[in-house]
């Protein structure tokens, strides 16, 4: 069994996002002392002595609870259960077993799923006595932790290799290159809507209510034999309009699945229109150096006539320039339309940024253009290009070796990258411009 998936389970607040950093290696999922953070699936994988291990961390389990976002985590859960390949059950040492824990034990009992339970919050010697109290829940295995300093969790992943019954044909497996599609934009604009509609299941939980997103949610995707991961993410606002910390966090991790990402997806709602935050997400996307697609959602919403496409397009393009260099899809989250071309585009924007161009191609391309637009003299000097390499690729990166590199102004600047773009098709995807002295 290569790469099996470990669900981790348990009620709110008993370090299940907590073990997931821990054995992940890094902060993917948010941790807070108040209840319910974790909505959402959220999936990461660790090398254990040669195997690799999928984890997927859920929100916390109540039973029976009606509330719109407790019952969607409990779903959310539950889906987790059942494509899970072990289940990890966490408990709260510092308690004794509760209703939920009992409910919840019995429930992944019924799935027949080999299951490994653990007492967290074990944090040394003393503590591993608390253990004894959860025997009731009727577990063969049963081991004490602590995620929160490490305490005995290289046994709990020993224990996984042994449950799962791993054996040398499994280790090392080769990961193929996967393109990593960021889906970002302001609260409430369909981004989970637009996730689950590419993947064709309820990965993240939507409801109207902003905000309802918390972490960055990778979720691995297959069309037409390559290889995607699409990463969910909580809405960006303004700084300074968020108080909630646990909004902050959320917001460090879109941020970071941007840094982290090859190709973004920028949403707006289609009814809202383009603003300066969108504008200022559109900014952050472009200075990172990552591909970019402009998406308009919502567009069921609208009322339309021949032009009302092109005429929102132009506006975009009017109101913020850089668009110019970036394709604009217009599409329904919730009616399907037009979804199919966010993949296919996708793919061709990752493409082009992956792709170097040769110094020939380059060059041939360098002569004819400065026999139409020679660069204008300054301060009485004479200007020559004189030849042109690609330096750098995701962003890339384009050398001018001239003979005055200081003298060459901003306009000109402009239309060389203009050029340079029309003439190797290199929409969607940052280009940066470097003049060098040769």
Avoid at 49 to 60: A, E, I, K, N, Q
Avoid at 207 to 222: E, N
Wanted: aromatic content about 8%; charged content about 25%.
């Amino acid at each position: 069994m290569k790469s099996p998936l470990i669900a981790i389970v348990g009620r709110p607040n008993v370090g299940k996002s907590t073990f997931f950093n821990r054995v992940i290696g890094g902060r993917q999922a948010i941790v807070d002392a108040q209840e319910g953070i974790t909505r959402d699936r959220i999936y990461g994988s660790m090398d254990w002595t040669g195997y690799t291990l999928r984890f997927v961390d859920t929100g916390g389990y109540i039973p029976e609870d009606v509330d719109i976002f407790n019952a969607a985590v409990r779903e959310q859960a539950e889906l987790a259960l059942l494509e899970a390949d072990m289940v990890l059950f966490l408990v709260d040492g510092k308690e004794n077993p509760t209703a939920s824990d009992r409910t919840l034990a019995q429930f992944i009992r019924e799935t027949g799923k080999p299951c490994l339970l653990a007492v967290n919050k074990c944090d040394g010697l003393k503590d591993d006595p608390n253990r004894n109290a959860f025997f009731e829940l009727g577990f063969e295995t049963l081991v004490s932790i602590s995620a929160l300093n490490g305490r005995l969790t290289g046994d709990l992943l020993d224990e996984i290799v042994a449950l799962l019954g791993l054996e040398d044909s499994d280790r090392f497996e080769d990961e193929n290159q996967t393109v990593r599609l960021a889906v970002v934009g302001m609260p409430n604009v369909g981004k989970s809507s637009l996730t689950n509609a590419l993947l064709k299941r309820e990965q993240s939980i939507v409801t109207p209510i902003a905000g309802t997103t918390r972490d960055a949610i990778d979720s691995p995707l297959k069309w037409h034999g390559k290889d995607f991961t699409l990463v969910d993410t909580a809405g960006l606002r303004k700084l300074s309009k968020i108080t909630d910390k646990i909004e902050y966090y959320s917001t460090v991790r879109s941020q970071k699945a941007i840094d982290q990402c090859d190709i973004a997806l920028v949403l707006i709602d289609a009814e809202k229109g383009f603003g300066k935050q969108d504008k200022a997400i559109v900014d952050h996307v472009i200075e990172k150096g990552k591909g970019l697609i402009f998406v308009v959602n919502k567009w069921d919403l609208i009322s339309k006539d021949t032009n009302t496409m092109k005429d929102f397009a132009d506006e975009i393009r009017y109101q913020f320039k850089a668009l110019n260099h970036y394709p604009i899809l217009f599409i329904s989250a919730d009616t399907h339309q037009r979804i199919h071309k966010v993949l296919e585009l996708a793919d061709q924007v990752y493409e082009r940024s992956r792709n170097i161009i040769s110094a020939r191609k380059l060059n041939d391309y360098l002569k004819q253009f400065v026999r139409k637009s020679p660069p204008p003299a300054e301060q009485g000097k004479v200007i020559k290009l004189k030849y042109l390499a690609q330096v750098h690729r995701a962003p890339a990166v384009f050398a001018f070796y001239t003979n005055y590199p200081k003298l060459i102004k901003t306009h000109y600047k402009r239309h060389v990258e203009n050029s340079l773009r029309v003439a190797f098709d290199l929409k969607g995807i940052p280009v940066r411009i470097s003049f060098r002295k040769s």
